[in-house]
Nanobody
Framework: QLQLMESGGGLVQPGGSLRLSCAASGFTLDYYAIGWFRQAPGKQRELVAAISSGPTTNYAHFVKGRFTISRDNAKNMVYLQMNSLKPEDTAVYYC??????????????WGPGTQVTVSS
C-alpha cells in the first residue's frame, strides 16, 4: 500500500534553513507527482510546492525563491529545502502523492506531517 512519511522538521530561527524529507514505501515514487503542503493554526492546508515525474516544479508565491522541491528517485525520496525561513512558515508540513483516478487526479491521503517552527 502507498505510504509516505515526512521527517526533518524542527525549531529554527528566522532566516534559518531546514530540509524536509518525504520517504515513500509500498510504491515507486518515480511515476507520481508529489506535493508539499502545510497547515498553520487557524488556516487551511495549502500547497507549498509540487514536483512532477518529469520533474517539473511549481511553487506557491509565498515560498518561491526560498524553497526548493527535489526528488531522488534512486532513494525513493522527495525533499523540500527551506531557506530564509520566516515565522509565518510555522506549520505542520505534509507530503502527498497525486494519483490518477482515471477521470482526474487527487491527492492520495495525509500522514502525520512534520512540525516546522520558526521562532527566535
Amino acid at each position: 500500500q502507498l505510504q509516505l512519511m515526512e521527517s526533518g522538521g524542527g525549531l529554527v530561527q528566522p532566516g534559518g534553513s531546514l530540509r524536509l524529507s518525504c520517504a515513500a514505501s509500498g510504491f515507486t515514487l518515480d511515476y507520481y507527482a508529489i506535493g508539499w503542503f502545510r497547515q498553520a493554526p487557524g488556516k487551511q492546508r495549502e500547497l507549498v510546492a509540487a514536483i512532477s515525474s518529469g520533474p517539473t516544479t511549481n511553487y506557491a508565491h509565498f515560498v518561491k525563491g526560498r524553497f526548493t522541491i527535489s526528488r531522488d528517485n534512486a532513494k525513493n525520496m522527495v525533499y523540500l529545502q527551506m531557506n530564509s525561513l520566516k515565522p509565518e512558515d510555522t506549520a505542520v508540513y505534509y507530503c502527498n502523492a497525486l494519483v490518477d483516478m482515471g477521470y482526474g487526479s487527487t491527492w492520495h491521503g495525509w500522514g502525520p506531517g512534520t512540525q516546522v517552527t520558526v521562532s527566535s
